[in-house]
């Protein structure tokens, strides 16, 4: 009995040893089961998009009151609020801000200067307190979307590079170190610094790489521009894993 068990499980067909042909007409029939679909080969970080979720819930104003800015960082947004406003008056306006991009030798249009204004005019009363221009940083530092208004910023931030005592509105890599290091750490220094002044820190002459502030923003630009490329790649492939995860439910 034990020896005609053995020859029928021996004699057994085994269904994954069809040739292809046989194993579709089989399958249509209902005799193979339906080939499981492969779990898609994309990287998706689970704990970086529920922290996302987090934070896209969270009230800005509890956002703001929980980022704490480096004591050199607020040294540097004081003495920019003081070069940007009056001196009789604790805030400053669009006629403030067309004087300071005319020193850095750019030239807006009224409706231009109006729009950075706005970005972070919170009470639209024409003007920028220092709350209003501390909360519009906070933003800008934390942004990781890309979608924050930072017109305003990048000036502020130039700015924050630039020595109070130069005339020639113009910045240096060793300008921006203390205040990269801080913000950045040590790890990313380099790249921030690449991003800023390209590939070459010094001119042809040997002398130390300075840069306006339109040079200034074109690496900003081409930056912004290569960050949105990638954050459209991820995107894409967390569509395309969720996508493969739906059908195999």
């Not at 067909?13 to 209902?30: I, Q, T, V």
């Not at 990287?43 to 009151?65: G, Y």
């Not at 017109?151 to 130069?166: A, G, N, V, W």
Request: hydrophobic residues 35%; glycine residues 4%.
């Amino acid at each position: 009995m034990d020896d005609e068990k053995k020859k029928k499980k021996g004699n057994k067909l085994d269904l994954n040893l069809l040739p292809s042909s046989m194993k579709e007409r089989y399958a249509a029939m209902g005799i193979l089961p339906k080939p499981q679909i492969p779990k898609a080969n994309v990287q998706v970080d689970v704990q970086r998009m529920k922290q996302k979720k987090i934070e896209k819930e969270q009230p800005i104003e509890q956002k703001l009151e929980g980022i704490e800015i480096k004591a050199s960082e607020k040294k540097q947004l004081e003495k920019v609020f003081q070069m940007l406003k009056k001196k009789d008056v604790d805030y400053f306006d669009a006629k403030d801000i067309d004087k300071m991009l005319r020193f850095l030798g750019v030239s807006l249009t009224k409706s231009e200067i109006d729009l950075m204004l706005w970005e972070v005019d919170e009470n639209l009363d024409g003007k920028v307190s220092w709350t209003e221009f501390l909360n519009m940083y906070k933003k800008c530092t934390i942004d990781k979307t890309g979608l924050e208004p930072k017109s305003l910023f990048h000036m502020i931030q130039f700015l924050m590079y630039l020595p109070p005592d130069r005339k020639d509105p113009k910045v240096t890599v060793e300008d921006t170190l203390e205040l990269l290091y801080v913000r950045f750490g040590r790890q990313c220094l380099d790249s921030e610094i690449h991003a800023i002044f390209g590939d070459e820190e010094k001119n042809k002459d040997g002398e130390e790489k300075a840069i306006s502030f339109s040079e200034y923003m074109e690496k900003i630009n081409e930056r912004a521009i290569q960050q949105r490329k990638i954050r459209k790649e991820e995107q894409k492939q967390q569509f395309q894993y969720f996508k493969k995860e739906k059908q195999m439910e």
